[in-house]
């Protein structure tokens, strides 16, 4: 059976090509990259499609919990980082949007998705940004969190996806750096202010860690994408290096985690922590988070307050193409 | 109009509000009065383009938006670190710390933003008549004000290319986008005297300070211009009285102003 994808640039293939298949597992046992023209199993298109779609739809609705504060920033200077930084956020989105497109599916179909609620998203984009604090722990813990993942990305055997993952890991470090420098000052401040930092971090501590996916055993999807070198680490091993960065840098802010069974196991060499309540991200993520309507709808007016200025630039596009024929 | 390599500003060698700060530059009264109009134009315009982030009509928008208002806010913080030089002030208690009748922003910065015609068309007033008064304050004898001026014409010229991009663009687009361009045009064009109109701070920093009557024709000429070839006319509509560079403003920047202070008020003294 022939599968047609949705863009002409991607090449139509027969999903059985012996041929296509034994290069692409030398490819794989290689270590080596599979390229957007190249014979790939249907099985590893999807999940890529399903993965870099979900990770640009993560950064686009990502932007709205911290350009909440865009507005209310409490200095010029960081009403400018923030700014910046929401601006790399939909930079990012752009940049994975045309990372899955090279896999054969349109960035329109993907934002039908998303607005249609078909489509999932990061789950810590859910929560509220109640104070300023937030835009620090954001940078510090989830920021922190999503490089943890990340960064193993950029390994990632899927070409395209592994080159956006350096750019975009370059850019969520300086993220994690100004959102610990955000807690540091406020942690260095008036009484009111520290307090504000604590809160902050005791508000996304928990989400940050369930970040990394279920635990292991319960990760149906972890096993047949390391056997394609699209993830390299487990959930648990991720979130677990995560624990152990985060306990040494909270010492400098002189604030504490909400988590008082963090300890390094020395006969495993693994970090440990406290229980999470995985009920509670099941919850947020079958969509009865505090935000998630919220999200969707925001998204869903943009693109729909927006339609009529699509229109009249490829209507516009499209006239001016007519003006070079007849020219 | 440029539209060539983005690479074309170097950020290294630009003037940065926090070299201003640590310089031993100290603006005469006059010039930190006229430095507020500046970078309160820049500061309010800013803070209205920054509600359209995640919520412009494509991803692409959402990023130029948000740059022009990055660019804007950098403006804002040079000038107005400059205009407390006068008073030993910063750039924050300017910004957070003033009334409204203490803000010398013109209406136009000041209005909402309305649907995303509306906001281009304020783009376009506002980005021509900042290219044309950087362009004129580059041999301002005022060395901060051109050094200012210096790097914010650069960056203007692509806020001007922008909106001039989208008014072609929604003027020839769609039966609806020209009815929302040309409502746009009436909705804006009464507040676009007020940017030009000179008073005796103008006059009295002969050489300092641009008079802005003396930028209306070019300014004329060259929005014309775009709209002429966005099939647009320039509207006819009465004048709004302005009054903003003397603290009288719309009713709108109260709400901008409790938005953009409520956070640093609720915590005098507090760094951030």
Known sequence: MATQTELYAVPAQQDDDAAGQAAFDAVIADDSRIEPRDWMPEGYRKTLVRQVSQHAHSEIIGMQPEANWITRAPSLKRKAILLAKVQDEAGHGLYLYSAAETLGTPREKMTEDLIAGKARYSSIFNYPTRSWADMGAIGWLVDGAAICNQVPLCRASYGPYGRAMVRICKEESFHQRQGFEILLELANGTEAQKQMAQDAINRWYAPALMMFGPPDDDSPNSRQSMAWNIKRFSNDELRQRFVGMIYEQVKVLGLTLPDDQIRFNEETGKWEHGPLDWNEFKEVLAGRGPCNSQRLARRREAHENGAWVREAAAAY??????????? | M???????????????PEDIAASDAKAPEAVAEYALRLGDDALILAQRLGWWVARAPELEEDIALSNIALDLLGHARSFLTYAGTAWDKTEDDLAYWRGEEEYRSAHIVEQENGDFAKTIARQLVVSFFQYELYTAMLSSKDETLAAIAAKAVKEVDYHRDHSAQWVLRLGQGTEESRTRMIRALELTWPYVGELFEDDDLVRSLDGIAVAPSTLRATFDEKVGAVLAEAELEVPEVQPAPGGGRRGEHSEY?????????????????ATW
């Open chain 1, 317 to 327: 596009a499209a006239k001016q193409a007519r003006k070079t024929e007849v020219a």
């Open chain 2, 2 to 16: 440029n539209t060539d390599s983005a690479t074309r500003i170097t950020p290294g060698n630009a003037l940065r």
């Open chain 2, 253 to 269: 920047l109260g709400y901008i102003l409790a938005e953009l202070q409520v956070l640093a008020r609720q915590h005098p003294g």
